[in-house]
């Protein structure tokens, strides 16, 4: 995002005069930052409004509220889990599913939570083999089945292992391949039907894991997941320098789905949960 954001810095740093180019200029640089059109023309439209109604003339003096018209899109997000709760995590394969199942754990596990991880990615082997290998570094509980096994199965067991006081709080990391909705549906309604019958008062929450990377291609599959089953939010994984980051005043604005946390390294201390201020003041690299 570092390239993104000091072109956006500049831009509102020069002194030039508030016209028709520039806004147009704007638009064209939110696109570029993985902004969707309809967003960014919205945005420019509201900073042109109120630039007009304050009688602004210089970039300089835009920049506060521009700040503020991004941190307004942003849908509010609370990180707090219930006690028991069972988290589903969902995406498509290469995203980092596993190992942020993995850092939810340790994170959970600081917190004093008793956490269950369940290998429900039955589809790849390597997925079980890595789930374990991270149950091990983390100290945490596997519940894992045979490749090709049936991922309700392995939820099962996770949430036989946590009633019988292994547990407050189970997290599942479910198979990766790009679903069809009715493939999603039936596999995830199986899932439900378990666990509405194992723990029918517990909360399951449903998170999908997106790469910051793939720009305007996470907002795709966030459309088809969110459409297919009601998501509860989503996690932003490798979020580093690549990530331009305007894919997630989309996935706020079009989707009203809020983002819980954002992994900006391999570290399992490197999960955190979202703070819209910070990522604003991120976005934009104004220091006020």
Do not use: C
Not at 92 to 112: E, F, I
């Amino acid at each position: 995002m570092a390239k993104f954001t000091a072109a956006l810095k500049f831009f509102f740093g020069v002194s030039k005069a508030i016209d028709d180019a520039f806004y147009d200029d704007l638009a064209d640089l939110l696109v570029e930052g993985d902004f969707g059109p309809a967003e960014s023309f919205k945005l420019v439209k509201e900073l042109r409004e109120l630039a007009r109604k304050e009688k602004i003339t210089l970039p300089g003096d835009l920049r506060e509220r521009f700040a503020a018209l991004l941190l307004s899109m942003l849908v509010p997000a609370n990180a707090a889990l219930p006690n028991p709760a069972v988290i589903l995590l969902l995406g498509v394969n290469g995203v980092g599913k596993t190992t942020t199942a993995a850092k939810l754990a340790w994170r959970q596990n600081k917190a004093g939570r008793k956490t269950i991880l369940a290998a429900a990615d039955t589809f790849r082997a390597a997925a079980i083999d890595q789930i374990k290998i991270h149950g091990e570094r983390i100290n945490v509980r596997v519940i894992a089945h045979q490749h090709g096994g049936d991922p309700a199965a392995v939820v099962y067991d996770a949430a036989e292992a946590a009633l019988s006081g292994g547990g407050d709080l189970v997290i599942a990391d479910t198979a990766g391949r790009m679903h069809t909705k009715n493939a999603l549906l039936e596999e995830l309604k199986k899932i439900d039907r378990v666990l509405e019958t194992k723990m029918p008062s517990v909360p399951v929450l449903k998170y999908l894991v997106l790469d910051a990377t793939t720009g305007r291609n996470a907002l795709a599959q966030a459309e088809i997941f969110h459409g297919a089953v009601r998501l509860d939010g989503a996690i932003l994984t490798k979020y580093d320098s690549l990530a331009r980051g305007g894919v997630v005043f989309s996935l706020a604005s079009q989707l009203k789905l809020p983002l819980l946390f954002i992994a900006n390294g391999e570290g399992y201390e490197h999960l955190f949960e979202f703070d819209p201020a910070a990522f604003v003041k991120e976005f934009t690299g104004f220091s006020n």
